[in-house]
């Protein structure tokens, strides 16, 4: 099956393929199993990436240690999990630790994975996987940024209420549809559930969050 471009993607496609050296990077950063039919590609991608040789001499030359490499990635990722924890509704973890330390804050430091407990662990676990696609995503993605068409702030200044009217047990577009109309006076948007599927709670998003601030 063959993909129809437009004009303009086709120029842009061409711009690329004449590129050869932006080319090359673009596909450097492609997930493997998308060249597992072009081993020798993929590997010389790799090898041969200039970024790649001069990791590999500042390795050979002592400059840093695989180890203090990780270490710097670490660390910059637990600044992203930081970021992306505080943005998360987390007072079941608040509940647990409390009922382990009280009021002795200091007790927290000592605590062990085993006290705070592996399913409390996990959920955490799955709350930050979920901020991850919320903090990635493009702001034009979410409709009530949308720099083109007609915007429902009538709805979207309402979208915790509908979101949980929708958790209630209003799971149709239709029941939605009917409840935001008794009790929003306004239409469900028809790409509403399936972008609370994607994203969750609005109250949750950040951008959400900084919208409703605005516009107040």
């Known amino acids: 099956m063959t993909t129809k471009l437009s004009a303009n993607a086709k120029a842009e496609l061409g711009t690329l393929l004449v590129n050869s050296s932006e080319l090359v990077d673009l596909l450097s950063l492609l997930p493997k199993e998308h060249l597992k039919d072009y081993p020798l590609l993929q590997k010389e991608l ?54 382990l330390v009280g009021a002795d804050i200091d007790k927290i430091d000592e605590m062990t994975l085993n006290e705070i407990g592996a399913d409390i662990l996990q959920r955490v676990l799955i709350d930050l996987s979920t901020q991850v696609r919320k903090h990635v995503q493009p702001k034009a993605d979410h409709p009530f940024m949308a720099e083109r068409g007609r915007i429902d702030h009538v709805f979207w200044r309402h979208a915790d209420k509908a979101y949980n009217a929708y958790k209630e047990g209003y799971t149709t577009q239709a029941a939605l549809d009917a409840w935001c109309q008794l009790n929003l006076n306004t239409r469900c948007p028809q790409s509403f559930i399936r972008w609370m599927k994607a994203y969750g709670d609005p109250t949750e998003i950040s951008d959400w969050q900084e919208y409703i601030r605005l516009s107040k």
């Open 46 to 99: 790799v090898s041969k990436h200039p970024h790649v040789k001069d990791f590999n001499k500042a390795i050979k030359d002592k400059q840093f240690t695989k180890e203090e490499y990780l270490d710097r990635i670490l660390a910059r990722l637990d600044g992203f999990a930081y970021d992306m924890a505080v943005s998360s509704n987390l007072d079941y973890l608040i509940e647990r630790v409390k009922l």
